[in-house]
């Protein structure tokens, strides 16, 4: 048995799901002096009603934790995926599944900063799909599924015309081959259904380019999508990256039991005792 780690890339829904606690306040009283109510500040396990169907994944991700922390994984994330993390409210850290664990940069399969300069961070962070729409966010020529639009439009003399410029604009060897090899992307990009299904695909391909051997994800969407493209009766491009979720993962290392989750629903806990 070897022991050389899996290497992971984990999407954004791993980092934003892994914390698992909330902060409350709790009324007490106090055995002596005035009878008016003391307010005590701690952690209740969040509501996750909402997310039912994930429950076990999510729960699962303490086991990955540990797994990383002992280096049976090697965790790995990149620019697009901190920009997805930056546009989502900043948790308390406690009882995180994923607290202490060294997470590896990679490089992405295209820096877009080299393509699309601007000092509107804002614009820059945002999706540019249906959801910053409905809320009134940005949307326009900077964000994530216009960049990824505009590569899947690159055709093959484009692409040639562009290499000549690579110093020009910053392109290291590593991008350059990947506009060599951008319709891989388009295919993928294609059979997704949607734009708004671009960033997963891009995810993809970072990790295919960097030779990882899987994305972590709790969506079923981008495991169902390679499954398509790989049962396709011709195959013009092969996916060589797994797409996994948590319960996936750990199968695949050989464990059936998760560890417990260490915090109980309808409780109250001190900032003390969760780290």
Avoid at 111 to 124: A, C, G, H, P, V
Wanted: charged share 25%.
């Amino acid at each position: 048995m070897t022991n050389t780690p899996i290497r992971i890339l984990l999407d954004n829904g791993i980092f934003s799901h892994s914390e698992f606690a909330e902060g409350v306040e709790e009324a007490t009283s106090l055995l002596w002096g005035n009878k008016a109510p003391t307010f005590l500040h701690g952690f209740v396990r969040k509501d996750l009603v909402g997310k039912v169907g994930y429950l076990k994944q999510m729960e699962a991700l303490f086991t990955v934790g540990r797994l990383i922390r002992e280096g049976r994984i090697e965790a790995y994330d990149y620019n697009e995926i901190r920009f997805e993390r930056a546009r989502g409210s900043t948790g308390l850290g406690a009882c995180n599944a994923l607290h202490g664990c060294k997470i590896h940069s990679c490089r992405p399969a295209l820096e877009r900063s080299k393509f699309m300069r601007t000092l509107d961070f804002r614009n820059f962070i945002s999706k540019g799909g249906k959801k910053d729409r409905e809320r009134v966010l940005p949307t326009g020529d900077l964000s994530q599924i216009a960049f990824f639009k505009w590569l899947c439009a690159l055709g093959k003399e484009h692409i040639e015309a562009l290499i000549p410029h690579a110093a020009t604009i910053g392109l290291t060897a590593f991008e350059i081959e990947s506009l060599k090899n951008i319709e891989w992307f388009r295919f993928i990009c294609q059979r997704s259904g949607s734009p708004e299904n671009y960033p997963d695909v891009f995810h993809l391909w970072t990790a295919e380019r960097n030779g990882l051997d899987a994305v972590l994800t709790l969506d079923k969407g981008l495991q169902n999508l390679v499954s398509r493209v790989r049962n396709e009766r011709v195959r013009k491009f092969g996916v060589t990256a797994e797409v996994l979720r948590p319960l996936d993962l750990l199968q695949k290392l050989g464990i059936g039991e998760p560890d417990p989750v260490p915090i109980g629903a309808n409780r109250f806990y001190h900032w003390h005792e969760l780290v």
